[in-house]
């Protein structure tokens, strides 16, 4: 059974920092492109940043500088440190699995920024 489990979501002030966190099971992970997306309210699930298998790792625009997405194939977990955080990244954040027909979804979780 494949698990994506996400954890470190929360509430911090604009200009703050937050890391979250997705450990992952049932799959072989590191033949795995890992993901971060975004889904805040009223609006459309968005990709955040993703890192393929070879450790390449691409962002939105809308987040480069200021986050970083990070895996550890050892431990089968990916990471999102977010810092000079905004209230407009106040969303459910999910990770996300993905190979070649194969596509598995964390439960989400959520981060709130507020002044």
């Known amino acids: 059974q494949v698990q994506l489990v996400e954890s470190g979501g929360g509430l911090v002030q604009p200009g703050g920092s937050l890391r979250v966190s997705c450990a992952a099971s049932?799959?072989?992970?590191?033949?795995?492109?890992m993901a971060w997306y975004r889904q805040g309210y009223g609006k459309e699930r968005e990709l955040v940043a993703r890192?393929?298998?070879?450790?390449?790792?691409n962002y939105a625009d809308f987040v480069k500088g200021r986050f970083t997405i990070s895996r550890d194939n050892a431990k089968n977990t990916v990471g999102l440190q977010m810092n000079s955080l905004k209230p407009e990244d106040t969303a459910i954040y999910y990770c996300?699995?993905?190979?070649?027909?194969?596509?598995?979804w964390g439960q989400g979780i959520q981060v709130t920024v507020f002044s």
């Open positions: 890192m393929d298998s070879g450790g390449t790792a």
């Open positions: 049932g799959i072989t992970f590191k033949i795995y492109t």
């Open positions: 996300n699995a993905y190979y070649p027909n194969r596509d598995f």
